[in-house]
């Protein structure tokens, strides 16, 4: 296998402080987060505050990861000014930028920071990378309608670092050439406000001879309808590069992207660490079809809509269509309660029960912003020096734990 002497970066997302601990936890070499404007998820609570911007960059500074700010929406005239400020504001804390419009290129370029392009410019060929790269790029995201073999030659010729994405969801349409949110809700998915109506079933409904809904025949009173089926003929199973991730490092791919800024910290932490532990080992010779089955029974604990290998095989066919709305993940999470105090010198956490009751030998997580994610099964569990076997609603219990804070959330995770 001829990899390239550098490993490539495992790139999380991170919608909020929980999930960018989650990811340096997890082993990320880079994240990228939205600030709430100008990015594809500015309508999404998905997004960090300006405050809290100089505290991320601190702990990825800290973990040796980078950090990358997406400004990556179309862009109109009235706010080329608001671009400008957040470029200006906010250069000291980013490693770099995800544009796409060409007027966020030359503003980063103009202020002398690095930049990104994004995937919403649909760079698909070596020229077009090479282009960018003379405009003044680092990096370019390439289209997700990209084949490996494709992907190979465009690092071999264009002479600009690229990034894929190799997890997550994907949509239907070309690469950020969506128009359906926007058709059917006025929302844009080239504004960061897609509500994902290729996620739906439909129904198709009989329509006049002038196009106006309503043609109704004799012995009905309504239209006739049919389902269009036998799935969600439009929502795209989820990408997972996990089968032939030493594929990808062998072709030169200098970043490796998992989407979803807006999913919950257990999915960014099971991620990444499948990501980066599939990297790890194809870098020691360890990797092999049994670690990537292993590696996708983690991932599959977690939020997806079942699982492709997108378009890097050649085109999709109807098998990349899931028949899930929502989450298939193998795994259900419940509220268990909050972290009420944390015993530092003991390693002890007491965690009062609001919700799901609390057992010995449950799988539990403790989501906090400074915590990140704890993962545990839960040890024996005392009260007031007495072992007990569970904790309900209104209880509290004390057990060991890794280092949590108060106010932590507590889930457990029961196998569906
Ligand atoms: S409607 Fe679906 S296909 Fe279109 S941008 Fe949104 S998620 Fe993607």
């Known amino acids: ?204 409904t009989a329509v006049d001879r002038y196009g106006r809904p309503g043609a109704v025949d004799a012995g009905r009173d309504s239209p006739p309808e049919f389902s269009v089926g036998p799935h969600t003929v439009m929502s795209a199973k989820d990408l997972c590069s996990l089968p032939f991730v030493d594929k990808l490092a062998e072709a030169g791919i200098a970043s490796f992207k998992i989407e979803g800024r807006a999913r919950n910290p257990e999915y960014v932490r099971a991620t990444t660490l499948a990501y980066r532990r599939a990297v790890d080992a194809v870098y020691d010779g360890s990797f092999g079809a049994a670690l990537a089955e292993e590696l996708q029974r983690d991932v599959s604990r977690v939020f997806h809509r079942e699982f492709s290998s997108g378009l890097f095989h050649g085109r999709p066919g109807a098998d990349q269509f899931t028949d899930k709305e929502d989450s298939a993940s193998a795994v259900v999470k419940r509220h268990v309660g909050i972290v009420a105090d944390y015993f530092v010198k003991a390693g002890i956490a007491q965690v009062q029960v609001q919700d799901a009751a609390l057992r010995t030998g449950d799988t539990i997580q403790i989501h906090g912003a400074s915590t990140g994610v704890v993962e545990l099964k839960v040890p024996p569990l005392r009260r007031d020096d007495l072992e007990i076997a569970s904790a309900g609603r209104g209880e509290w219990a004390t057990f060991p734990c890794p280092r949590v804070r108060r106010g932590d959330k507590v889930f457990k995770l029961d196998e569906r």
């Open 1 to 204: 296998m001829n990899l390239p002497p550098r490993k490539p970066e495992i790139l999380a997302p991170a919608g909020d402080m929980t999930c960018l601990q989650a990811a340096l936890d997890a082993g990320a070499g880079a994240v990228y987060l939205g600030l709430g404007a100008f990015n594809m998820r500015a309508r999404s609570s998905a997004n960090f505050s300006a405050e809290e911007l100089p505290e991320a960059s601190r702990r990825c500074r800290e973990a040796g990861a980078r950090l990358y700010l997406t400004l990556n929406s179309i862009l109109f005239e009235g706010e080329l000014a608001g671009v400008e400020r957040t470029v200006r504001d906010t250069r000291r804390f980013v490693d770099a930028f995800i544009v796409s419009d060409l007027a966020a290129m030359r503003i980063c370029r103009e202020c002398g920071a690095a930049f990104h392009v994004s995937t919403q410019m649909s760079c698909s060929n070596s020229v077009a990378a090479a282009a960018l790269r003379e405009m003044g790029a680092s990096r370019v995201v390439l289209a997700r309608e990209c084949t490996l073999a494709e992907v190979a030659e465009i690092v071999r010729k264009s002479g600009i670092e690229v990034e894929t994405f190799v997890h997550g969801a994907q949509c239907v349409a070309v690469s950020g050439r969506c128009f359906l949110s926007h058709h059917a809700y006025g929302k844009s998915a080239n504004r960061g406000e897609c509500r994902q109506p290729c996620r739906r079933e439909f129904l198709v």
